[in-house]
Structure formats: C-alpha cells, structure tokens
Nanobody, 126 residues
Framework: QVQLVESGGGSVQAGDSLSLSCAAS????????WSWFRQSPGKEREFVAGITWDSDRTASVDAVKGRFTISRDNAKSMLYLQMDSLKPEDTAVYYC???????????????????WGQGTQVTVSS
C-alpha cells in the first residue's frame, strides 16, 4: 500500500502563488507516473498536471500551462505543484494521484490512477 498526503493549500488572492506538496510513504514510488487532479463543487475531478517517473516528460491541462509547474523528487518520495498567477477558477480541492503501472504514459483520466491523497483545499479570491 502507498499513502499519499498533500499539503500546502490555503486561501490567497488572485495573482498570488502557492506551492503544493505530496508525500508518499509505504512503498517506493519512483517508477510510476504521478499527477495532480483537482475538483471543485459540482464538477468532475479534473487532470491538472502529470510527470513521468524520471521527470523526463510532463503534461498539463491548457488552463494551467505557463502558470503551474509540476516536479518530483524521487529520493524524497515527493511530488510538487508550483502554482503562480492564480485565478479564482483555480479554486478547488487538489489531489495527488499515483499510477501503479510501469509505463511512461501520463493519463488524464482519474480511473488510470490507483493511489490518491485526501486532498488539500486551494481557494483563490478576486
């Protein structure tokens, strides 16, 4: 089993920055794609960004391109999401998710991911 714990959420003003972290424990995670999703009330869980096991490739949704940066530190079993120029529409609960397949794909659908954190709230006010 793998446990994922997110941290770093909070309430900020539009234009501010936040940095989210996700800590993994239980089993090594350095061979698997790792991603961030978000969900706001009344909406489906949405892919935000993902990164391959070796950090060779990343992917992100168009709405966050140029503003959010995903990274990971396999030595520390940590995943990060640097969020700059935040907008009110970025308000959501942010989840980290770990894919438990040995491929280099970065799927954008939630059902491709096996382990999930409990989420951290990000609120951006205008």
């Amino acid at each position: 089993q793998v446990q994922l714990v997110e941290s770093g959420g909070g309430s900020v003003q539009a234009g501010d920055s936040l940095s989210l972290s996700c800590a993994a424990s239980g089993r090594p995670v350095n061979s698997y794609t790792w991603s961030w999703f978000r969900q706001s009330p009344g909406k489906e869980r949405e892919f935000v960004a993902g990164i391959t096991w070796d950090s060779d490739r990343t992917a992100s949704v168009d709405a966050v391109k140029g503003r959010f940066t995903i990274s990971r530190d396999n030595a520390k079993s940590m995943l990060y999401l640097q969020m700059d120029s935040l907008k009110p529409e970025d308000t959501a609960v942010y989840y980290c998710a770990l894919r438990w397949k040995l491929t280099v794909a970065i799927p954008s659908t939630a059902d491709e991911y096996y382990y999930w954190g409990q989420g951290t709230q990000v609120t951006v006010s205008s």
